[in-house]
């Protein structure tokens, strides 16, 4: 039976690998919304992934949300993290302070026993606050880490909940709407064609200054986030999606 089992959610990855155009795809069973442990899974599996692929020195751009937060929960001590940085990569969300990325990327650096900066700067500014902020230099120095992150860890939030998480004015979110968004990463917005409807006004690592270099670890899980998965993956291919049984099945019926 756990053979079985165990060769179903291969195919699942294999075939939701093919379907994204993913090159590596990680399935954990169940359904993270309907069972919290599932989103442990998820977890755990994505701090294998950061452990399979990082190296002694590494800088890590790690952004904020419930499903990063239980990777963070998920971390140990291991060899694999000596001298590695670990840097948010967005300043605050206007989302409560456990789930921000700064929150996040000190509790997975602290467990590592690895080092941190924080970006000490309020995200979705004014295009004047943002130029302004972009010239301290603590902001550069992070920036610049930023920049230089080998490894970058982020998830996906379904557009209308992320929308009303944060702190989002009644036009835009009317605005969001009408463009059909589905998908939210990074303040990204985008339609299910993965096109970008909107993109937030931030200080922190910007989707177009990612280099091919760069390995991109994408978890999100739950069949509620399967179109919001779909949709951004079109927007932007990682290199490594880890999810779960019930948005990967979701993600597939659909096609
Ligand atoms: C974060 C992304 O990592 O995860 C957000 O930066 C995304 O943009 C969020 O929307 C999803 O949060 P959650 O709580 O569903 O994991």
Redesign the pocket.
Known sequence: HTVKYAFGLEELERKLSGYLSVPKVIVVSGDSDELPVV?KELGRATVQQMKNRVSPGDVIA????????SAADMMVPDAKWNNTIFVP??GG?GEKVE?Q?NT?SSAMAMKAQASYRLLHVPDQLSEDTRRSLMQEPGVQEVLALLKSASLV??????AK??AG?RTTSASLRSRLEEESAV??????YVNQDGKVVHRENTVGLQWDELRPDQTVIT??G?SS?AKAIDAYMRYRPSSILITDEGAAKAILNQS
């Not at 998908?183 to 990204?188: D, I, V």
């Open positions: 989103k790690v952004a904020g949300g419930t499903t990063l937060a990569a967005r969300l789930i990325a996040i860890v982020h998830g996906i939030g379904e909940t992320m998480r998908a939210e990463s990074f303040g990204y978890v999100a739950g986030k």
